[in-house]
């Protein structure tokens, strides 16, 4: 069965750094877009990041771009989040997705909190 299992969510000064994990199994890692949503508290999702499988292009909200970076290993069947210079607005649980193709369905992990605080 599908499963993607989120890590490495904590506690963060801002400025501060985390780097959010997913691994992923039950399905062909490679041949799936990867993204990560997030959803702050007392908002709606918000769309993060995502990597191409194909061309592993990356995409960012605007909100995120110059500070956080999506990456994949094939290898270890795994998709990272690299946060950096981290601000409290980034506060969120974040969920790891494997991004439907054609007429597939999406999968969400259980998500990961960070929270940016001092």
């Known amino acids: 069965e599908v499963q993607l299992v989120e890590s490495g969510g904590g506690l963060v000064q801002p400025g501060g750094s985390l780097r959010l994990s997913c691994a992923a199994s039950?399905?062909?890692?490679?041949?799936?877009?990867m993204a990560w949503v997030r959803q702050a508290p007392g908002k709606g999702l918000e769309w993060v990041s995502t990597i191409r499988t194909s061309s592993g292009t990356t995409y960012y909200a605007d909100s995120v771009k110059g500070r956080f970076t999506i990456s994949r290993d094939s290898a270890k069947n795994t998709v990272y989040l690299q946060m950096n210079s981290l601000k409290p607005e980034d506060t969120a649980v974040y969920y790891c997705?494997?991004?439907?193709?054609?007429?597939?369905?999406?999968?969400w992990g259980q998500g990961t909190q960070v929270t940016v605080s001092s």
């Open positions: 997705v494997r991004v439907g193709v054609r007429s597939d369905v999406s999968y």
């Open positions: 039950g399905f062909t890692f490679s041949v799936y877009h």
